[in-house]
């Protein structure tokens, strides 16, 4: 299994490889990118992601170490969390899962379609897909991108991203701290988080946001910092109210984590949020910090609405556990196992000798 530390691919990477690795699954995990992995169980190959600049050598250069660990390994089943390496000459099943791509963040930040400078990278992308055996999506909106901006029109498997029980909020509701926190990369556009900074001036609780500020400074909200997960987790165990005002976020796992903790919800109004979180959150319109601060207020002045809100997520949430994700993985793997590897083209857009 192929991951990175960068994002939250790195929680879903080793939640997966735990869950499986109890149901008696060896998982060979190799961590790709910039940044080496916290722990030291997985192989590393430092090189630059194909959504980074100027990625290509360092793309072929990985895959070729991937090739050469599955031969070395000998493993059953390729799965990837990145698209590029699904077109290389794998010799067992390949699994591409897609958790983000530059095309469908750059509609839903910029608000406009991604320009020339990413046409290789768009051709690298749809390779990859072609080349898998199976796509998977963690939710609907994901898979729709995929078919808009990748032509990708096979059938993709939807199986929701999860998290193991948060200590905190397995139990039910726990007392609160008049708290707004939010947490994500403060210089993410993605993460919405400026509209946050924005509107923490007019919230009448403090705000907090946890997470790489890369740089950036904050007007109105305190900054805890990047934050191991396990103080992430105790500071939403804490916080009533979660906040995650996203202007792309495909599944989102620190939402879920937030949830399992017990937060009440306020979320930015997008396709992927709606689909896991309507009913069982606020919405507001990205990048309005007047709606957002009214939402924080509304239900910070609503004692009932909180605690209902913050219920109905932490249900919705234990849905979303790791076993269930990787019971859904296991069923995949096993219909993939004993079918052969399917027959791909040579591909121009990916060449282990470019």
């Not at 029109?153 to 926190?181: E, K, M, Y």
């Amino acid at each position: 299994m192929s991951t990175d530390a960068v994002g939250s691919a790195w929680t879903y990477a080793t939640e997966l490889r735990a869950e499986l690795a109890a149901s008696g699954v060896e998982v060979v995990l190799a961590t790709l990118g910039p940044r080496p992995p916290p722990d030291s169980e997985s192989s590393y190959l430092p090189c630059r992601l194909e959504w980074q600049q100027e990625p290509w050598e360092d793309v072929w250069a990985s895959g070729r170490g991937l090739l050469a660990l599955a031969e070395e390994t000998n493993v059953d089943l390729v799965h990837l969390n990145g698209f590029a390496h699904g077109a290389l000459p794998w010799k067992v099943p390949v699994v591409v899962a897609a958790h983000s791509c530059v095309l469908s963040w750059h509609e839903a930040v910029r608000g406009a379609p991604a320009g020339g400078e990413w046409h290789r990278y768009r051709e690298a992308v749809a390779a990859g897909l072609r080349g898998a055996d199976a796509v998977v999506t963690p939710t609907a909106a994901m898979r729709g991108a995929l078919r808009r901006h990748y032509g990708f029109d096979h059938r993709c498997r939807l199986i929701a991203n999860g998290v193991s029980p948060h200590p905190a909020g397995s139990d039910g509701p726990t007392p609160r701290t008049r708290l707004v926190l939010g947490a994500g990369r403060l210089w993410d556009e993605a993460k919405g988080l400026d509209a946050l900074d924005r509107a923490a001036a007019k919230i009448a609780w403090p705000v907090a946001v946890a997470g790489d500020a890369g740089g950036h400074s904050a007007g109105h909200a305190h900054l805890l910092g990047a934050l191991r997960r396990d103080e992430l987790r105790e500071q939403m165990s804490r916080a009533a109210i979660f906040v995650h005002p996203a202007r792309y976020e495909p599944f989102g796992l620190v939402v879920l984590e937030a949830a399992l903790a017990g937060c009440a919800l306020v979320l930015g109004d997008i396709p992927s949020l709606r689909e896991l979180w309507n009913g069982d959150a606020l919405f507001v319109t990205p990048g309005d910090a007047s709606a957002l601060a009214s939402a924080c207020d509304r239900i910070i002045h609503d004692d009932d609405l909180r605690r209902a809100l913050a219920e109905r997520a932490r249900r919705r949430a234990q849905r979303h556990d790791a076993a269930a994700m990787a019971a859904a993985y296991m069923r995949l793997y096993e219909q993939l196992r004993d079918r052969e590897r399917k027959s791909v083209p040579h591909d121009s857009a990916f060449s282990t000798t470019s």
